[in-house]
């Protein structure tokens, strides 16, 4: 009787392991999926800034952008709420192309990017 009742604590113990280690992968996976949401919600965010400043689409360049207070704002932004946000934007005569990219704390590195048009 002394070893049914080992055995089905060992196989408790096993359980509960398991639901902890399925917890910790969820939370990663949450948090990872998180960012990647944040990440789509910058891009399309801008896209929103240079549709309704379409006269000053070349001032949202990544070369151009310090001098731009919306730009440098939305640069800002990009770093704050990614953990080591960065974002590449180009304008090719209205092709807009956004680039994100950000390190999660597990060292991988992931990027987002964004092609539109604006005429």
């Not at 280690?21 to 969820?26: D, K």
Request: with cysteine; proline share 2%; net charge neutral.
């Amino acid at each position: 009787m002394l070893i049914e009742v080992l055995v089905s604590v060992l196989l408790f113990s096993v359980g509960v392991l398991a639901l902890v280690g399925l917890q910790a992968n969820m939370n990663q996976t949450q948090g990872a999926a998180k960012v990647r949401t944040d990440a789509s919600y910058l891009a399309t965010e801008l896209t929103g800034l240079m549709w309704s400043d379409k006269a000053n689409l070349d001032s949202y360049t990544t070369a151009n952008c310090n001098g731009y207070a919306r730009c440098k704002a939305w640069m800002a932004k990009v770093s704050q709420a990614l953990p080591n946000g960065t974002a590449t934007v180009s304008v090719n005569s209205g092709d807009i192309t956004i680039l994100i990219t950000w390190s999660l704390p597990d060292g991988g590195s992931h990027k987002y990017q964004s092609e539109t048009s604006i005429s």
